[in-house]
């Protein structure tokens, strides 16, 4: 028992305390964890009758910046202990979500009572609300010496490469890469790992990820991220759409692509928001 125990603190309570780099052994268990709570969140939005499409997707896009701009309001040390842990992965996802399903349910219920017109609209203007609260606080907490030039160098890039895919979509036969929800999931693709080779190559971060360290360890440079991050988000994309052929609910394919957004999005926000910011 004190051998496990001893394994636990090791492999994922001290890199919550302590912030440290991810290991294989967290990082696949928090992946599972994920997936699971995906298609737990799936079944109860089913319940309780909540239709999930792409404009559902979307409008929970700004939640995921929020989460991303809480985690860097953690990195800049603006929480204390026992707080700040609610703010680090595992937790955040946690914290995040009832955020995001409590204001999808109030929002619901004020539909239903006639107090608002469209429960998603307003479900999708508060997360915005809240990000924007988010980055208040860091602008108030952080130097005014910023690197605003990396929002060029990061978001030009991956809005342009986003949109060289969508144009040649059709010609390797993928034109449903033009919706809003799957272009959205390649530019955070793109985003996450040309942010990440900025940051690592460029200005001395540290990945704190294993797989793309690896990869990045063996090239020599994080730039080859970029690429493959590319052909894994068309390739799950890809499988995506083959599946809800068969599937006459497209549900499960919504809520996957919106974890693929998960995944993409907030690591690539947080990593550009802490090189502007300084933090």
Sequence with gaps: MSGLIDFINRNFIEGIIND???????????????????????????????????EFVIATIPYIFMG???????????LKPPVKYFFITPLIYF?????????????RYLEKRKKIRNHIHAYATAGVVLSLAGIAIIV???????????????????????EIIKRVSPAIDMTYLRSRMYSFAVFSFVLDSLTTYIGT????????????SFFASVFGTGIVMIPLSLILVMLVILLLEKDSKNDKNEDEK????LTLIVLGFSMGARNLLAMVFGV
Excluded: Q
């Design 20 to 54: 440290t780099s991810y290991n294989h052994f967290d990082m696949v268990t928090y992946v599972i964890i994920l997936f699971v709570g995906v298609f737990a969140i799936l079944k109860l939005l089913n319940k309780l009758r909540i239709e999930v499409d792409e």
């Design 68 to 78: 991303s701009v809480f985690r860097v309001i953690e990195d800049a040390d603006l």
């Design 95 to 107: 914290v995040i979500f009832a955020i995001c399903f409590g204001i999808l349910l109030l929002t």
């Design 140 to 162: 108030y907490h952080t130097l005014p010496h910023w690197n605003l030039d990396i929002l060029i160098y990061s978001l030009v890039p991956a809005i342009i490469l986003t």
């Design 201 to 212: 190559d460029l200005m001395g971060y540290t990945n704190k990820h294993p797989f793309s």
């Design 254 to 257: 919504y809520m996957l692509t």
